[in-house]
C-alpha cells in the first residue's frame, strides 16, 4: 500500500489539473480524481504502476461524465487563486477565464491534447499509448492545437 500512496503523490495533482483543464469544474475534477484512483486501486493493484493507464481511467470518466449530462457546464470557480492583492487576483482570474473561453472554442480532440500535455506530465510517448496513436502524430496535433488556441487568444484581445 505505501507504493500505491507513493504513486497517488506523485500523479493527483497532475491528473486534478488535467481534469479540471477539461472540465472547467473544480468539485467534477476532484471528484473524478477520486473515482479515477479508486478503479485504478480496484482493477490494477497488483500491476505495475503505470500513469498512462491511470489517465486513461480518467479520461474514459470524463467522457462518460459527457455522455451522461450530455454537455458539461464549466463551474464558476476556475482556479483556486491565493494571491495577497486583489487587484491581481482579478486579473489571474480573467486571464484564466480567456484561455478557458477560447478552450471552449477548440474541438474536443485539441482540448483533449493540449490538456493531458500540459496538466500530466506525461511524455508524449505516454500519451500516445493513451490516445492509440504514433507520436509523431502527437507533435503535430500538439502543435496545430497550441498554434489554434494561440489565434483564439489574440481574436479575443484585438476583437
Not at 11 to 26: A, C
Amino acid at each position: 500500500m505505501h507504493r500505491f500512496r507513493k504513486f497517488y503523490i506523485d500523479n493527483r495533482d497532475k491528473l486534478f489539473g488535467y481534469l479540471l483543464r477539461r472540465s472547467g469544474n473544480r468539485h467534477l475534477a476532484a471528484d473524478l480524481v477520486q473515482e479515477t484512483f479508486t478503479r485504478y486501486l480496484e482493477r490494477y493493484r497488483n500491476h505495475e504502476q503505470s500513469p498512462a493507464l491511470l489517465y486513461t481511467i480518467g479520461r474514459n470518466l470524463f467522457y462518460d461524465e459527457m455522455r451522461q449530462n450530455n454537455r458539461l457546464v464549466p463551474g464558476e470557480e476556475i482556479g483556486q487563486v491565493t494571491v495577497a492583492d486583489q487587484e491581481e487576483a482579478y486579473i489571474a482570474k480573467e486571464e484564466s477565464s480567456k484561455i478557458f473561453a477560447a478552450m471552449e472554442r477548440l474541438g474536443e480532440d485539441e482540448r483533449d491534447i493540449l490538456a493531458l500535455v500540459v496538466s500530466s506530465g506525461l511524455s508524449y510517448q505516454e500519451i500516445a499509448d493513451i490516445r492509440q496513436c504514433s507520436v509523431a502524430n502527437i507533435k503535430v496535433k500538439v502543435h496545430r492545437a497550441r498554434q489554434k488556441l494561440k489565434k483564439l487568444l489574440q481574436e479575443n484581445t484585438h476583437g
